[in-house]
């Protein structure tokens, strides 16, 4: 069922984002580093999609390069949460900015099941040859208010980089041993991960709302087995 709920809410994401002309295109990858975040379901997803795709020696190589220390210090959800309880929120994010595994002669390996963070970073100019991404306030809002709808489908499960997600999942289903030369990456990615939490609330200004919240609506009210994705979340 998570898995249908993923579906529905990229191809909706991905709809809605049409009306913008983003400069990216096929080949272009600057953006694909290790320090995507990710919750469990869309672990799952791209899981299953590389044991299916491409099989599990494949996914014991790409696994050995893990990020060695937590790059981010709290989930979507909870710096939603700080923000509107009105606390202080120290943003202390250590972007590692190394090249994807998953990314192969500037291809993604993984693209059908990519998670939503590879699937929302985009720019309206070209980015690169350098310099940051720009992206329209409307895009932001909607693209943080989904990562929050995603955090709440994968509540008290893991979060965190794509590389740590995936190998303690791959190490829990004995895919890749413990005790072999992945010990070290998976204590580390141990360390890493964070818990993803329920959603607290969005943070949508007024500003952009009007653009933001049709697509919200249109998420939360697809129907999966005669029930609304809303219903499912909130388990009706
Ligand atoms: S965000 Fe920038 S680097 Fe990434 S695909 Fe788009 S234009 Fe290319
Ligand atoms: S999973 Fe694919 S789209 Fe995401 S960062 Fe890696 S190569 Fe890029």
Same mark, same amino acid.
């Given at each position: 069922m998570k898995k249908q709920i993923l579906e529905i809410i990229f191809d909706r994401f991905e709809n809605w984002s049409k009306q913008f002309g983003f400069a990216c295109n096929k080949g272009c990858a600057v953006c694909c580093t290790t320090d995507v975040s990710i919750t469990a379901p869309e672990g799952e997803l791209l899981l299953d999609y590389i044991l299916g795709q491409h099989g599990v020696d494949w996914l014991s190589d790409k696994l050995?390069?893990?990020?060695?220390?937590?790059?981010?210090?709290?989930t979507t959800n909870e710096y939603a949460k700080a923000c509107l309880e009105g606390r202080e929120v120290e943003v202390n994010e250590k972007r590692l900015g190394g090249v994807c595994p998953l990314l192969v002669e500037n291809i993604c390996t993984v693209y059908p099941a990519r998670p939503f963070s590879c699937r929302c970073f985009?720019?309206?100019? &070209? &980015?690169r040859q350098g310099g940051n991404a720009l992206l329209p306030p409307e895009y932001l809002s909607a693209a943080t208010a989904v990562s929050q709808i995603i955090e709440h489908l994968g509540q008290f499960s893991l979060w965190g980089t794509l590389l740590d997600v995936v190998s303690l999942q791959a190490a829990a289903a004995g895919h890749i041993s413990d005790r072999d030369r992945h010990q070290e990456s998976l204590a580390a990615a141990r360390g890493n991960c964070l818990t993803a939490r329920p959603l607290p609330g969005f943070l949508i200004e007024d500003t952009v709302a009007d653009q933001v919240i049709p697509l919200l609506e249109e998420i939360f009210a697809s129907p999966i087995d005669g029930r609304s994705v809303e219903d499912l979340l909130n388990n009706r």
């Open positions: 050995s390069t893990i990020p060695t220390h937590r790059p981010l210090s709290q985009a720019s309206i100019v &070209c &980015c």
